[in-house]
Every structure is written in C-alpha cells, then in structure tokens.
C-alpha cells in the first residue's frame, strides 16, 4: 500500500484544552484566588476565555482593573491552587494514541501553550508523555498568544515553513495565533471556547472529540 504523503511536517498542540482536561480546573483556581484576596470573582464564562493565554494576561482579562501589584498576589494563588489540585485532572481518553500515531508518521511534535515551563516540564516529566514531543514553548518564556512568535520560534527550530505547519487549540487565542502566523489551524470543541466562537476563525476543522481529531488528522495531516 502506497503511504499518502505529509501534509504538515510540524503540529503544534496547546496544552490545557486540547490534550489535558483541566478547562473546568483553571476556571476553579482563578475564581478561588479572587476569593482568597478579596476581589471580584469573574462568572465561569470570563474565566474560561482567558485559558491559554499567559497568566498574566488571563488574570487581567479575567479580572480587570485592580492595581497592579495586586495581579502577582492573584497570580501566587492561582499557582498554590492549581499545584494542590492538578494531579485531579489527566489527558483527553484517545490522546496519547493519538500522539504515538502522528509520532509513527514522523511529523515533529510541539505544544505552543499558555502555561508556564514548570507546569508544562511537570505534565511533560511523566512516563506517559516522556519522547512524544520534540519541541515546546511557553508563556513565560516568549511572547504569549494570540502574538506568533511561539509558532515562529518552533517554526524556525526545524527549518519548517509555515505552509508545512499546522496548529491544533480549544481557544480563539490559539487560533489567531496561527492566522498570524500564517499557519493553518483546526480547532477542538471540548475545551475552553465555544464552537461558534471557533468556527468564526475558520480553522480547516472542529473537532469534537479525540477520536473526531485523531481521524481527521490521520486522513489530512
């Protein structure tokens, strides 16, 4: 049987959303720190749109207009919540088949997330996901979505161009990301944003399930 060619040398995944259930989590964490230092609580709504980008910026959205030297006090909390509670939540079901099967076709791997180096090198640190990914980039180490620069910087990391690279997110931060940076993208449906709000970016597909990804990705990627 003939192997139809690759269409994209490079995937890009966001994290949270997309591979690891923890969208109801964050939404948890962020409404407890605001209670834990006495400022307005954002409804599950708010809450959630701010997933995927860095913490910083998700707390100012999610919480707008309090002083700045409040947002690292919120941001202190949010950590202490999101470490006690996170080892609660774990990957999509169908996701590390998913993984190991792009990994067969020998495309490059990468996740271009909103979370922090120390929270993704703890996800990426267990035996379950330890050689899947190649490459990754983080909030806190370059510039946070819906800028380019993490697809840029994963793109220039192996020589790939933005045609041959293809970005996979739950939220319309991940999406702009892409169009950005030139690059393609498909959106999944179960995560942080709602489908409507995906589908006005004009991702090439919604996906809504793992398996409804792992197939389309198997027959276009």
Same mark, same amino acid.
């Given at each position: 049987?003939?192997?139809? !060619?690759?269409?994209?040398? $490079?995937?890009?995944?966001? /994290?949270?959303?997309?591979?690891?259930?923890?969208?109801?989590?964050?939404?948890?964490?962020?409404?407890?720190?605001?209670?834990?230092?006495?400022?307005?609580?954002p409804d599950d709504e708010r809450a959630s749109f701010v997933i995927g980008l860095g913490l910083h910026d998700a707390l100012q959205? *999610?919480? !707008?207009?309090?002083?700045?030297?409040?947002? !690292?006090? =919120?941001? =202190?909390?949010?950590?202490?919540?999101? $470490?006690?509670?996170?080892?609660?939540?774990?990957?999509?079901?169908?996701?590390?088949?998913?993984?190991?099967?792009?990994?067969?076709?020998?495309h490059w791997l990468a996740v271009a997330t909103g979370k922090s180096r120390r929270g993704l090198d703890e996800a990426l640190g267990?035996?379950?996901?330890?050689?899947?990914?190649?490459?990754?980039?983080?909030?806190? #180490?370059?510039?946070?979505? !819906?800028?380019?620069?993490?697809?840029?910087? =994963?793109?220039? #990391?192996?020589?790939?161009? *933005?045609?041959?690279? $293809?970005?996979?997110?739950?939220?319309?931060? &991940?999406?702009?990301?892409?169009?950005? *940076?030139?690059?393609?993208?498909?959106?999944?449906?179960?995560?942080?944003?709602?489908?409507?709000? =995906?589908?006005?970016?004009?991702?090439?597909?919604?996906?809504?399930?793992?398996? &409804?990804?792992?197939? /389309?990705?198997? *027959?276009?990627?």
């Amino acid at each position: 049987m003939t192997t139809r !060619p690759r269409r994209y040398d $490079l995937i890009a995944f966001e /994290w949270d959303g997309t591979l690891f259930d923890s969208t109801a989590l964050i939404v948890r964490c962020i409404q407890q720190s605001c209670r834990d230092i006495g400022v307005p609580v954002p409804d599950d709504e708010r809450a959630s749109f701010v997933i995927g980008l860095g913490l910083h910026d998700a707390l100012q959205h *999610a919480v !707008p207009g309090l002083e700045a030297e409040r947002y !690292p006090e =919120l941001g =202190l909390r949010y950590r202490h919540h999101y $470490l006690a509670s996170q080892h609660q939540i774990s990957l999509f079901d169908g996701t590390l088949d998913m993984l190991r099967a792009l990994k067969n076709r020998h495309h490059w791997l990468a996740v271009a997330t909103g979370k922090s180096r120390r929270g993704l090198d703890e996800a990426l640190g267990t035996t379950q996901m330890r050689g899947l990914f190649d490459a990754s980039r983080t909030a806190d #180490e370059t510039f946070s979505k !819906p800028h380019p620069r993490m697809l840029q910087e =994963l793109m220039a #990391e192996f020589g790939v161009d *933005a045609e041959r690279s $293809l970005m996979i997110g739950d939220t319309t931060h &991940d999406l702009q990301m892409a169009g950005n *940076a030139g690059v393609a993208s498909v959106a999944v449906s179960y995560g942080a944003h709602d489908a409507q709000a =995906l589908e006005d970016l004009e991702p090439l597909f919604i996906a809504g399930s793992t398996a &409804d990804l792992h197939n /389309w990705l198997l *027959a276009h990627a």
